[in-house]
């Protein structure tokens, strides 16, 4: 059974930086493509970054792109970080990561993940 645990959510100040990691367990995820979403209060879920299952692809939200970046553990094929720097208050939300097996090129619809973190929250202060 595939288990994703994201990490390192928090309270930052406008202008800081975090960095999210998602651990997975389960089979080998070395076929995976995998994804960041956000959800804030009242608003629907949202893309933020994708990585292909090879890692050479990256796609990110226009919101996001120049500040947030994703990547995987070099090492092992079953962590993915989203590194999130000039962080600012509309970026507070629940940040879920996400995961399909199957060799997939970036994908950026929720639709299109099978499995999905419990969320962590990220917090941004003015």
């Known amino acids: 059974q595939v288990q994703l645990v994201e990490s390192g959510g928090g309270l930052v100040q406008a202008g800081g930086s975090l960095r999210l990691s998602c651990a997975a367990s389960?089979?080998?995820?070395?076929?995976?493509?995998w994804g960041w979403f956000r959800q804030a209060p009242g608003k629907e879920r949202e893309f933020v970054a994708a990585?292909?299952?090879?890692?050479?692809?990256?796609?990110y939200a226009d919101s996001v792109k120049g500040r947030f970046t994703i990547s995987r553990d070099n090492a092992k094929d079953t962590v993915v970080f989203l590194q999130m720097n000039g962080l600012t208050p509309e970026d507070t939300a629940v940040y879920y990561c996400?995961?399909?097996?199957?060799?997939?090129?970036?994908?950026?619809?929720?639709?299109?993940?099978?499995?999905w973190g419990q969320g962590t929250q990220v917090t941004v202060s003015s």
């Open positions: 996400a995961a399909k097996d199957g060799r997939p090129a970036v994908l950026v619809s929720a639709s299109d993940y099978d499995y």
């Open positions: 990585i292909s299952w090879a890692g050479g692809s990256t796609r």
């Open positions: 389960g089979p080998t995820f070395s076929s995976y493509a």
